[in-house]
T-cell receptor, first 114, second 112 residues
Framework: DGGITQSPKYLFRKEGQNVTLSCEQNLNHDAMYWYRQDPGQGLRLIYYSQIVNDFQKGDIAEGYSVSREKKESFPLTVTSAQKNPTAFYLC?????????????FGDGTRLSIL | GESVGLHLPTLSVQEGDNSIINCAYS??????FIWYKQESGKGPQFIID?????DKRQGQRVTVLLNKTVKHLSLQIAATQPGDSAVYFCAENPPRNTPLVFGKGTRLSVIA
């Protein structure tokens, strides 16, 4: 089945620790995205990538970093600089950004602070 | 509808009734719109989309209406079922190859 796989489903971070969230897609999509969702709120864009080896900051990029070394993979690192990392993180992909095509989402990773 | 703040607006409907969820979008140049459904603990799921050259599109039990004059989008769900209970988001596609912009969401609660 084609789709987007996020792992792990639950993740715990200690103070001062960096953690990396995985996102893999087998839809052959060029564009990938990371969103943060806080309880009872909408989606806020962290980073997106339209092509391998290129990515752009979204609205709330501070304290996060990404890489796009392969078309299928777009890992997100939550660094120790992100002081309030507890949230639900969603990865998405689409054929192209702004291409009048929907984004497809994974089932998220819930990150909590220990 | 949409609102700013910590709490999602909630729409409660009786099972079997029709539901209407509203969304105000921000960019008059947006040319593509999507409705998503998000169940608890899961990622948003595509429901239906509409391009700006249309004002209505129908799917299975769902209809999306677009009013470009007032920048308003609505999702109508016919014969609402308990499985329709979820948070619904609208999204707009601004011009110039930028990502979708999502609305704040509306929680639909179906009363059996």
């Amino acid at each position: 089945d084609g789709g987007i796989t996020q792992s792990p489903k639950y993740l715990f971070r200690k103070e001062g620790q960096n953690v990396t969230l995985s996102c893999e897609q087998n839809l052959n999509h060029d564009a990938m995205y990371w969103y943060r969702q806080d309880p009872g709120q909408g989606l806020r864009l962290i980073y997106y990538s339209q092509i391998v080896n290129d990515f752009q900051k979204g609205d709330i990029a501070e304290g996060y970093s990404v890489s796009r070394e392969k078309k299928e993979s777009f890992p997100l690192t939550v660094t120790s600089a992100q002081k309030n990392p507890t949230a639900f993180y969603l990865c998405a992909s689409s054929i192209l950004a702004g291409s009048n095509q929907p984004q497809h989402f994974g089932d998220g990773t819930r990150l909590s602070i220990l | 509808g949409e609102s700013v703040g910590l709490h999602l607006p909630t729409l409660s409907v009786q099972e079997g009734d029709n539901s209407i969820i509203n969304c105000a979008y921000s960019n008059s140049a947006s040319d593509y719109f999507i409705w998503y459904k998000q169940e608890s603990g899961k990622g948003p799921q595509f429901i239906i989309d509409i391009r700006s050259n249309m004002d209505k599109r129908q799917g299975q039990r769902v209809t999306v209406l677009l009013n470009k004059t007032v920048k308003h989008l609505s999702l109508q769900i016919a014969a609402t079922q308990p499985g329709d209970s979820a948070v619904y988001f609208c999204a707009e596609n601004p011009p110039r190859n930028t990502p979708l912009v999502f609305g704040k969401g509306t929680r639909l609660s179906v009363i059996a």
